[in-house]
């Protein structure tokens, strides 16, 4: 039920947020509070609110915390993910940093090597190509060159992949680029819960972190459980989470495209296809666990992602099963659905056909069960 | 009375090979234990003017410097020499292997800067690293068994001669330009913490044409970072010489709006008081400041560089015999009593020794054990397992 109605609000991420009461799915809540007392206690948060919480609550926690970027202080961030955050911690705990995504990343960097535990913000991760040296050079092998003696708490985070209309600089997804690498790890929400857990599990991590977020998502609002309201509410880095469970193929996605997949199980239920949607969480360490196990029950896989196919999330997946005892239970052969291997154009729609839509997906589904 | 203090003293002044020859054993012992007793405790130096930008007054011209503080300066920097030296030796029996970037004419900026100092500054360089490994306190045989890929190195024989590090060193930087930024960041945690702790940040004369170190003097200045950058002149980068890579190789003014010295880096003691002078402008809260300090590197870029496609030999050979640093304060100590040269070349011996002792380690211990390959890739993380080179060949990773 909570599932349907993100799905819902999924649908027009620029509309104002609906309350619990005035919506359908808020009624079916409330018909069902006899039955789930913890729906009593839970509420819609969009992601946006959920990362200021995040961010909020481990500057709070932990002094050392502190956030730098592009506009995070006083323009209470570009996407006013860090809003309030200035006035409320100050110059000190909250850096406006000048347009200068290497230097930045670097003093970031070498600030967590000397103990504190910074949260560095690019605008956008296609910015963050200028800082790469920092990223993996400086932060993600530090601790395996130093024998373990210097580590890195950093994590670094911003919108990643297709935006709307935003065209082909602002677009690209970097999933498969920060995922190749050894000593970062890699997450990727996709609901308000995913987006507080992982981000507060991320700053609480003592290793670099990069936290792929996006941008149209910021605006969607999800229910949150009691338990992830709490500020101790930490989800584990390296665990999938299976969004619904299925029985006829198993569909792996990560970020908004968990929300597409939803979408079109719900549509295939209507025809008799049950699928599970896994939502990866995290790409590196991936839980490729669960993909097997999830296989061995379904027989079929399905990868869903925003990137390029190309040394894709996708193609990894479906690298590592052959590899796996699940290969064995595919009666078909895994397939990929992803952006369309162009520079991101401008046109609407040109740009509609460049990233999966949820026919693709459906399509996808049809094509592997034979139906 | 008068006879016997004659004959000590012209024995003292007679060229070492003759004293040595001519003294017998016991009238050497006498000798020595009146040496001591004749040795001044400390002599007062003139050192070169810096020179100066955005600054109204520069470091001290003059500095007084004991006795002990020169042996020591003698001993660290002859040891750093006679390092390198055996690291070069080892490196063409193939026993060093990869990149190996000498220290070699540069010992007086390591030397002096750590001297000027605390332990709980902090300092980080670029890969030319060896010596401010060892002022920062790494064993001379941690150092060679690192370069080794043993595993008795500083980093288990799994960083090289580029990745050595040390409590308040963070290496070893392989990225020219990288570390910079780097140093800026651990200044702001300096700043942060307020415990008065700065940050040293070292690059190269080829480094300082890289955009990342502009976009740091900005954030510095800007936010007034108790960070000295260090510029470590050595007249290449690589095989280009400075002439060729930089529109004004004014390196001390490439800070702009931020204050700069231009400090004679073949003198340990003009480095000391420089690296004094710049870290009270940092603790005193007035923000970052630039060195830039004139260098010269024996050794070529690195062990692949023979060094003389790009300069002369005859270059090489007059720094070597006008400005050499440990030179420089051999004539010191000696003209100004602090030290005789017998003293001296005992020093000599003994650091030969210890680098010796420390070569023999180096090649001897064996090379890590295969299960330390995938160990560290995480900090403070349950173990996990790490993909071979194929999916049947797995490894386990702890922290």
């Not at chain 1, 027009?12 to 619990?20: E, K, M, N, S, V």
């Not at chain 1, 705990?93 to 535990?117: H, K, Q, W």
């Not at chain 2, 480095?271 to 923000?287: P, Q």
Request: hydrophobic share 40%; proline share 5%.
């Amino acid at each position: 039920m909570a599932v349907a109605v993100a799905v819902l609000r999924h649908l027009a991420p620029l509309g104002p947020r609906i309350p619990p009461h005035g919506c359908a799915g808020g009624r079916l809540l409330q018909h069902r509070r006899g039955l789930r007392l913890s729906a009593a206690a839970a509420i819609q948060v969009t992601v946006r609110d959920a990362l200021n919480q995040a961010l909020d609550e481990e500057l709070e926690r932990d002094e050392r915390v502190f956030l730098l970027g592009e506009e995070v202080a006083q323009y209470d961030g570009a996407y006013k993910i860090s809003r309030g955050l200035w006035k409320k911690y100050g110059d000190k705990r909250v850096i406006d940093t000048p347009i200068s995504e290497m230097g930045f990343a670097g003093i970031a960097v070498g600030a967590a090597m000397a103990g504190l535990r910074p949260v560095c913000e690019f605008m956008t991760f296609n910015f963050s190509m200028q800082a790469i040296d920092q990223v993996i050079n400086s932060a993600a092998k530090t601790c395996y060159m130093s024998a373990g003696l210097i580590g890195v708490p950093i994590v670094f985070r911003g919108p990643n992949g297709a935006s709307a209309g935003v065209a082909a600089q602002h677009s690209q997804c970097f999933a498969a680029w920060y995922g190749h690498c050894p000593g970062l790890k890699v997450v990727s929400p996709w609901s308000a819960e995913d987006a507080k857990g992982l981000l507060k599990a991320a700053i609480r991590d003592d290793n670099p972190v990069v936290m792929l977020e996006n941008e149209l998502l910021y605006g969607v609002p999800f229910e949150m459980s009691e338990q992830a309201q709490s500020k101790d509410f930490v989800i584990p880095i390296g665990k999938a989470k299976i969004e619904k469970q299925g029985t006829h193929i198993t569909l792996v996605s990560h970020s908004r495209l968990v929300g597409h997949c939803l979408e079109a199980a719900s549509v295939l239920a209507k025809e008799g296809v049950e699928c599970e949607v896994i939502n990866m969480r995290t790409i590196r360490p991936m839980d490729i666990e669960a993909v097997e196990a999830s296989i061995m029950k379904t027989n079929h896989l399905i990868t869903v992602e925003g990137g390029w196919p190309q040394f894709g999330v996708g193609a990894e997946i479906c690298a590592r099963i052959m590899e796996g005892p699940a290969f064995n239970y595919l009666d078909a052969p895994a397939v990929r659905v992803t952006g369309t291997d162009v520079p991101m154009p401008y046109a609407k729609n040109l740009e509609d056909n460049s990233v999966p839509q949820v026919k693709d997906i459906i399509f996808a589904v049809k094509k592997v069960l034979n139906v | 009375m008068r006879k016997m203090l004659l004959a000590v003293l012209s024995r003292v002044l007679q060229s070492p090979a003759a004293a040595a020859a001519a003294a017998k054993p016991a009238s050497r012992v006498m000798v020595a234990s009146r040496n001591y007793a004749d040795f001044a405790n400390e002599a007062t130096f003139e050192i070169k003017k810096c020179d100066l930008h955005r600054l109204e007054e520069g470091p001290s011209t003059t500095t007084v410097m004991t006795r002990e503080e020169g042996l020591k300066y003698y001993k660290t920097m002859q040891s750093i020499r006679r390092m390198e030296l055996k690291a070069d030796q080892l490196y063409k029996q193939k026993i060093i292997r990869g990149f190996c970037h000498l220290y070699d004419g540069q010992e007086a900026c390591c030397v002096g800067i750590e001297a000027a100092i605390k332990p709980t500054d902090h300092v980080i360089t670029a890969y030319r690293a060896h010596g401010f490994t060892y002022t920062r306190g790494v064993p001379i045989r941690e150092i060679l068994t690192e370069l080794t890929g043993r595993k008795g190195g500083c980093a288990k024989g799994k960083g090289g001669s580029m990745h050595m590090y040390a409590k308040n060193f963070y290496g070893g930087n392989g990225i020219v330009g990288a570390q910079v930024p780097l140093g800026a960041g651990i200044a702001l945690a300096c700043k942060y913490f307020g415990k008065n702790e700065i940050c040293m940040a070292l690059y190269g004369d080829g480094a300082a044409n890289q955009g990342q170190i502009f976009e740091t003097f900005n954030m510095a200045a800007l936010w007034k970072l108790p960070c000295i950058f260090v510029c470590e002149n050595n007249r290449y980068g690589m095989g280009t010489s400075v002439e060729r890579a930089a529109a004004s190789t004014d390196y001390y003014r490439r800070g702009d709006f931020i204050p700069g010295l231009r400090v004679d880096g073949m003198d340990v003691l003009c480095v000391r008081e420089a690296t004094k002078f710049a870290a009270e402008h940092c603790r005193s809260g007035k923000g970052p400041i630039v060195m830039e300090l004139q260098t010269y590197r024996y050794h070529g870029h690195s062990m692949s560089d023979p060094g003389i496609s790009y300069r002369t030999r005859e270059e090489i050979q007059e720094v070597r015999s006008k400005s050499d640093p440990i030179t420089l304060l051999k004539d010191r100590m000696v003209n100004n009593n602090l030290a005789s040269i017998e003293e001296l070349k005992d020093i000599d011996v003994a650091v030969r020794k210890e680098i010796e002792e420390a070569a023999q380690f180096a090649t001897t211990d064996p090379e890590p054990p295969l299960e330390e390959l995938c160990h560290h890739i995480y900090f403070n993380e349950p173990p996990f397992e790490v993909r071979g080179p194929n999916q049947w060949i797995s490894y386990k990773s702890t922290s």
